[in-house]
């Protein structure tokens, strides 16, 4: 039976439609489908086209549904509206590990955790020549570059910014009514690519700028979207005079809600492996918000021998 076939055998990845986000609806099985059921229609998705469920508020799923998923190796994640909080997720043995495999080699060896590096800032800095900047250069340039943005802002909205204050663990307790509102927004941006990573199949803990921390990597993604998304939507409702955490996460939502961030997400995650320049993260091709991703290098080229341990210190940022 296909769906207790051989991971190799199933539906590679980058065949399948990246995520499908659903709430208040009834999730069951028949057959070799998982069934979409609310008042209004029933849908049917075929398993194994799907890479990663994304479960909203007010759904529930069958065992027999999870179970199905499980086999084809499609990645489940428990998430708030349109994915903006990320609660839990579950993975089956039918996904293989050569993802992770790749990112844990990368990751631990000094050279190759540094070109990863300089292919996520050149994400950030298209047109510049990132090729010999040290992991050092990379970090003052991104602060430059964040500060710059915050200045242009701040001249957009008439909102005053005299610098990024936040309280680690407590980030709603410190800092200005746009400095709340920045780190709920954040909150939310973190959320999503959460789930874009473990949807996947890598780690969050596993980061190539971002270390030390069970999310680096979600860091690392999170960090490419926030001049995006969050920057502007925390600088434009501190010129309304909206400053609740709500505000920003309804606020983030509505901008998200095309359903393009979490697809664009995914494949941003599989270009950080890949040996080849990239586009924007933002610049995402979709339909209906989810999106074939690229062939991943990593999927087809594994780690040539065990990983060790790097001498790469805990970044700062």
């Not at 050569?98 to 300089?118: G, N, P, S, W």
């Not at 957009?156 to 920045?182: C, H, I, M, S």
């Not at 209906?288 to 341990?309: D, H, K, V």
Request: proline share 6%; net charge positive.
């Amino acid at each position: 039976m296909w769906w207790l076939a051989d991971p190799k055998d199933l539906h590679r990845i980058s065949d399948r439609l990246s995520s499908v986000y659903v709430d208040r609806c009834h999730i069951d099985r028949d057959d070799n489908a998982v069934v979409l059921v609310n008042r209004e229609r029933t849908i049917r998705v075929p398993a194994a086209m799907v890479a990663t469920l994304l479960l909203g508020p007010g759904t529930r799923i069958t065992n027999a549904a999870v179970r199905l998923l499980a086999d084809s190796g499609t990645a489940i994640c428990w998430v708030g509206e349109y994915g903006v909080r990320f609660y839990a997720s579950g993975l089956g043995p039918s996904r293989s590990g050569e993802l992770l495999l790749r990112q844990a080699y990368l990751v631990t060896r000094t050279k190759e955790r540094l070109a990863v590096a300089r292919r996520m800032f050149g994400m950030r800095f298209p047109g510049e020549d990132v090729s010999t900047a040290t992991m050092q250069q990379l970090r003052g340039r991104e602060g430059a570059r964040v500060k710059k943005i915050y200045r242009e802002q701040s001249a957009r909205t008439g909102v005053p910014w005299d610098g990024r204050t936040y309280k680690p663990g407590q980030p709603f307790e410190a800092g200005d009514d746009f400095n709340r509102l920045l780190s709920a927004a954040h909150s939310c941006l973190y959320g999503i690519s959460h789930a874009a990573v473990v949807g996947l199949g890598a780690s969050p803990a596993l980061g190539f700028i971002h270390t030390g921390g069970t999310t680096s990597f979600v860091l690392d993604i999170a960090d490419l979207y926030k001049a995006e998304f969050t920057i502007p939507i925390a600088f434009d409702l501190a010129a309304k005079g909206l400053t609740s955490e709500r505000d920003a996460r309804t606020a983030f939502r509505d901008r998200v809600r095309d359903g393009k961030l979490i697809p664009g997400s995914s494949a941003t995650s599989r270009a950080c492996y890949s040996k080849t320049a990239t586009p924007s993260p933002t610049k995402t091709s979709t339909n209906c918000g989810t999106t074939n991703l690229a062939t991943c290098p990593a999927a087809s080229t594994g780690p040539p021998t065990t990983p060790t341990a790097s001498t790469s210190k805990p970044s700062s940022q």
